[in-house]
T-cell receptor
Framework: GAVVSQHPSWVICKSGTSVKIECRSL??????MFWYRQFPKQSLMLMAT?????????EQGVEKDKFLINHASLTLSTLTVTSAHPEDSSFYIC????????????FGEGSWLTVV | QKEVEQNSGPLSVPEGAIASLNCTYS??????FFWYRQYSGKSPELIMS????GDKEDGRFTAQLNKASQYVSLLIRDSQPSDSATYLC??????????FGRGTSLIVHP
């Protein structure tokens, strides 16, 4: 099946620094990518939707200047958490839609971010 | 506001039994329907997708879709302890942005 690779799997950073998370579709072209965050025992929360070559569309309440999303190619999207604070600690998950062979959405492995 | 409703559970079934997970959705224009399994601390993994009314079988899993009733279900036959997880129902329409249910926790006990 289709594979979405997300890196890093976990990262610890100091408060005030920035962290970049990469999401790659390995065997299909991702027309749309989605970024979620999930707190323990809670449901997925959609942060933003990005289409290749376009600016991301952020959900209400998500700060676009804090969570920078770039979708420069059909196989790569990045999420940069800028000036991270402890409250940004969470599980960040990307997903990608294969819009050419169907509309199935595949998830990356997720990235655990801990800000200390 | 598009909504996808799932019973949060937990649904507890004995090993070897059939687990039945249900999902209803509010948007009649919904086109694609997915079931994901999420283990604690992991990201969701796709189990089944279904696009037309009726049943779709894949191994021990059967997805059932009834667009008239705005209802989609997942049956797991011969449930195993390794099936214990949270099952997420997702629905997409013309925008292709998925709406997820909050998930149903399934516990399969030996």
């Amino acid at each position: 099946g289709a594979v979405v690779s997300q890196h890093p799997s976990w990262v610890i950073c100091k408060s005030g620094t920035s962290v970049k998370i990469e999401c790659r579709s390995l065997d299909f072209q991702a027309t749309t990518m989605f970024w979620y965050r999930q707190f323990p025992k809670q449901s997925l929360m959609l942060m933003a939707t990005s289409n290749e070559g376009s600016k991301a569309t952020y959900e209400q309440g998500v700060e676009k200047d804090k969570f920078l999303i770039n979708h420069a190619s059909l196989t790569l999207s990045t999420l940069t958490v800028t000036s991270a604070h402890p409250e940004d600690s969470s599980f960040y998950i990307c997903s990608a839609r294969d819009g050419y062979t169907g509309n199935t959405i595949y998830f990356g492995e997720g990235s655990w971010l801990t800000v200390v | 506001q598009k909504e996808v409703e799932q019973n949060s559970g937990p649904l507890s079934v004995p090993e070897g039994a059939i687990a039945s997970l249900n999902c209803t959705y509010s948007d009649r224009g919904s086109q694609s329907f997915f079931w994901y399994r999420q283990y604690s601390g992991k990201s969701p993994e796709l189990i089944m997708s279904i696009y037309s009314n009726g049943d779709k079988e894949d191994g021990r899993f059967t997805a059932q879709l009834n667009k008239a009733s705005q209802y989609v279900s997942l049956l797991i036959r011969d449930s195993q302890p390794s099936d214990s997880a949270t099952y997420l129902c997702a629905v997409t329409g013309g925008s292709y942005i998925p709406t997820f249910g909050r998930g149903t926790s399934l516990i399969v006990h030996p």
